[in-house]
C-alpha cells in the first residue's frame, strides 16, 4: 500500500478527520470510515466482493457483546428452549446486542432450541473456544467489520495513529480482493459521518 | 491405488475449446452423469454472458447454447438419471433444457414468487426436488424449493413452488448444495455468513434446520466431505476456508476441524503465489479433501486438506491465461475439466502425451506442458515399471 498511498499522506488526511471534527462538537461519536470506488470491475462477471476484516483497535466502543456460556450444571438445552417458547423474547435479545459469543457446545444447541432468530437478525454468534481468552474474542467481536464499499474502520475518539492503522489494514484487505489490485481502485477515501471524504488515492 | 496428488501432477492437456466470437468468463461447469452407448458425453458450462453453452466431452467443441437473457443465469446442473441441464435465472426462475436438443425454450420452468431473484441453486441426487437461493430483496433472503420430477404429462408447464425458507439467512444466498447420497439433506451458504444444513423432510423450517455454522465472512462456495459425507467444508469471498465435522453435533467434540481466516497468508507455497480459491476436491476413495485454488496468471494449485491446515501438494499450468473460476473433477476416467476468466475450457487428462496437436496456438501450450512433464514422467515411469 505504501508505493500507492504514501504514510504522509495517510497521516495527513487522519489529521484532517479528526480536526474537522475537533471542530465541530456533535452529540454522537462519528464514526470514521474508509470509502473505496472500483473501475473495470463487473459484478455480473467477476468474483464478489465481500467479506469480514478485523481491525486492531475496537472500532465501535459501544458496541455490546453477550457471551453465552456454558455451566457445568446448567442445562442449556432446557434455557434455550423456554427462550424460543417466545419468539418475542428472541427477537428482544437478537435487538440488545450488537453481537453474540457462544461455546462450541452451546452453539450445537443453538440451532436447535433456540430456532433461527439469531440467523435471521444476523446475529448468530461466532466460536468462543474454552482456551481462548474471552476478553480478546470480545474485542475481537468489536473489532471485525463486514466489507462492503463504505466500511467503517474506527472514530473520531481514536489516536492517529490507530486510525492509521487501522485504516492500512482495512485498505490492505480491500486491495488484496479484486484481482488486478490497484488497478481496479478509482478512488479510496475516508471520512467521518459528517465531513466531506479526504481522498487517499 | 495412485494418489490424487500423483494423478493431478500427471494431468496434461488433452484438448482446448476452440475460440468463440463471444470471449466470456467460464463460470462453472458440469458433466452429464449419465453415460450412453453411441452418444458423445456433455459438457454444461455456465458463461459470464447468460448463457449456458453444451459441448462434446472429447472434442469440447460447442453443440449448442441456452440462454436465460435477459435474465443472468446462475449456477449450471446436469440431472442426475437423464441429460436435462438446470440453471438458476435473476428473473424468477429456476429453468430446464433438455442438453441433447437444440430447442431455445426450456423443456420445463419452475417459478418463484414475485420479486426473487435467484443466485443459487442445487438439485438432490434423486432429481426429486430442486432448491433455488435468492439475493435479499427487502429484509428477506429466501431458499425455495420444487418438486422436480417430469412426467410426460406436465412436460412444459411452470411448477409453482413446494415452499420455501425465509428465516435462516439475514442476506443473500450464494450456495445451495444437497448431499451427494441423502436426498433430504441440504446446505446454504450466504453473504451473512452462515452456513445452514437442513432435513428437508421434517415439516417445518424451523425444525428442519439442523445446524448453523458460522464463517463469519460471505460465502462463495460449499460442499460436501467425509466418509458418509457428514462433514462440510466452505469458502469465503475474501479467501477463507471452513471446515466442519457434523458427526459431532451431539458428542463433546467441537464441530470445527479447520478455521482459516485468509489462506493466502498461511499456506506455504514457496515460490509460487495463492491468489484465490476455487473450489473443494472430496476423493471418496481415499477419504482425502482437497482444495483447489490459483494465481490471477491462471496456474492451477491443489492443496491436500487436513486438521492442521492446508498444503500446497502440485501445480499445473501452461493452461490457462488468467483466473481460473471453475473445475470439474471426473472420477472414472480421472480426467479434470478447467474454465477461465480467458474464455478457455481446458481438458487434462493423466498418462504419456500420446497425439500431436493440428491447430498451432494448442502446440503451444502442449510443448511447455511436455516440457513440465518431462521432469516428472521419468518417475511416474519407473512407478509403471515397478507394478
Same mark, same amino acid.
Given at each position: 500500500m505504501s508505493s500507492k498511498v504514501s504514510r504522509d499522506t495517510l497521516y495527513e488526511a487522519v489529521w484532517e478527520v479528526l480536526r474537522g471534527n475537533q471542530h465541530k462538537h456533535r452529540k454522537f461519536l462519528e464514526t470514521v470510515e474508509s470509502q473505496i470506488s472500483l473501475k473495470n470491475y463487473d459484478p455480473q462477471k467477476d468474483k464478489r466482493f465481500s467479506g469480514t476484516i478485523r481491525l486492531k483497535s475496537t472500532a465501535r466502543p459501544k458496541f455490546s457483546v453477550c457471551v453465552l456460556e456454558d455451566q457445568q450444571h446448567c442445562d442449556e438445552a432446557k434455557a434455550l428452549k423456554k427462550l424460543n417458547e417466545n419468539k418475542k423474547l428472541v427477537k428482544k435479545l437478537a435487538k440488545k446486542y450488537d453481537a453474540f459469543l457462544a461455546s462450541g457446545s452451546l452453539i450445537k444447541q443453538i440451532s436447535r432450541n433456540l430456532g433461527p432468530g439469531l440467523n435471521k437478525a444476523g446475529k448468530f454468534p461466532s466460536l468462543l473456544t474454552h482456551n481462548e481468552n474471552t476478553v480478546a474474542k470480545v474485542d475481537e467481536a468489536k473489532s471485525t467489520k463486514v466489507l462492503c464499499l463504505a466500511v467503517a474502520v474506527?472514530?473520531?475518539?481514536?489516536?492517529d495513529d490507530e486510525l492509521v492503522y487501522d485504516i492500512h489494514l482495512a485498505v490492505t484487505l480491500l486491495v488484496s480482493l479484486p484481482k488486478k489490485n490497484w488497478w481496479n481502485v478509482r478512488a479510496l477515501c475516508i471520512k467521518s459521518t459528517m465531513a466531506k471524504p479526504q481522498c487517499l488515492y | 491405488m495412485e494418489k490424487i496428488e500423483e494423478q493431478f501432477a500427471n494431468l496434461h492437456i488433452v484438448k482446448c475449446s476452440l475460440g468463440t466470437k463471444e470471449p466470456t468468463y467460464l463460470l462453472g461447469i458440469d458433466t452429464s452423469k449419465t453415460v450412453q452407448a453411441g452418444k458423445e458425453n456433455l459438457v454444461a458450462v455456465l458463461c459470464s454472458n447468460g448463457s449456458i453453452r453444451i459441448y462434446g466431452k472429447e472434442r469440447l467443441n460447442v453443440l449448442r447454447e441456452f440462454s436465460g437473457y435477459p435474465g443472468l443465469l446462475n449456477g449450471v446442473r446436469f440431472a442426475n438419471s437423464c441429460d436435462s441441464v438446470y440453471s438458476a435465472c435473476t428473473d424468477g426462475t429456476v429453468k430446464c433444457w #433438455?442438453?441433447?436438443?437444440?430447442? !431455445?425454450?426450456?423443456?420445463q420452468l419452475f417459478k418463484g414468487y414475485p420479486s426473487n431473484i435467484f443466485i443459487s441453486f442445487d438439485i438432490n441426487c434423486n432429481d426429486h426436488i430442486i432448491c433455488a437461493g435468492t439475493e435479499k430483496v427487502d429484509d428477506d433472503a429466501l431458499l425455495v424449493f420444487w418438486d422436480a420430477r417430469m412426467n410426460s404429462?406436465?412436460?412444459?408447464t411452470t411448477k409453482d413452488p413446494l415452499g420455501a425458507y425465509s !428465516?435462516?439467512?439475514? #442476506? #443473500?444466498?450464494t450456495q445451495v448444495r444437497f448431499h451427494p447420497s441423502n436426498p433430504n439433506m441440504v446446505v446454504s451458504g450466504s453473504s451473512d455468513g452462515l452456513v445452514n444444513v437442513f432435513d428437508i423432510n421434517i415439516d417445518n423450517e424451523e425444525d428442519a434446520l439442523v445446524t448453523t455454522c458460522n464463517s463469519i465472512s460471505s460465502v462463495s462456495c460449499i460442499g460436501w466431505s467425509g466418509k458418509g459425507y457428514k462433514q462440510i467444508y466452505c469458502m469465503t469471498h475474501d479467501e477463507g476456508f471452513y471446515w466442519w465435522d457434523l458427526n459431532h453435533l451431539d458428542t463433546d467434540e467441537p464441530v470445527t476441524r479447520l478455521n482459516i481466516q485468509d489462506v493466502r497468508e498461511v499456506v506455504n507455497m514457496k515460490e509460487d503465489a495463492l491468489d484465490y480459491l476455487i473450489g473443494g476436491l472430496y476423493h471418496e476413495k481415499t477419504d482425502t479433501l482437497h482444495v483447489i485454488g490459483g494465481t490471477n496468471k491462471g496456474r492451477i494449485h491443489l492443496m491436500n486438506c487436513s486438521m492442521s491446515g492446508l498444503t500446497h501438494v502440485t501445480s499445473l499450468q501452461g493452461g490457462h491465461a488468467a483466473t481460473v473460476r471453475s473445475f470439474c473433477w471426473n472420477v472414472q476416467d480421472d480426467s479434470l475439466l478447467t474454465g477461465g476468466e480467458d474464455a478457455q475450457l481446458l481438458l487434462w487428462k493423466p498418462g504419456a502425451i500420446e497425439k500431436t496437436f493440428t491447430k498451432k496456438e494448442s502446440m503451444k501450450i502442449a510443448s511447455s506442458v511436455h516440457q513440465r512433464v518431462r521432469v516428472h514422467s521419468n518417475d511416474s515411469y519407473k512407478r509403471r515399471k515397478k507394478q
Open positions: 474506527g472514530h473520531v475518539k481514536m489516536t | #433438455d442438453a441433447r436438443v437444440a430447442r !431455445e425454450k426450456p423443456v404429462q406436465n412436460l412444459s !428465516e435462516t439467512h439475514s #442476506d #443473500d444466498v
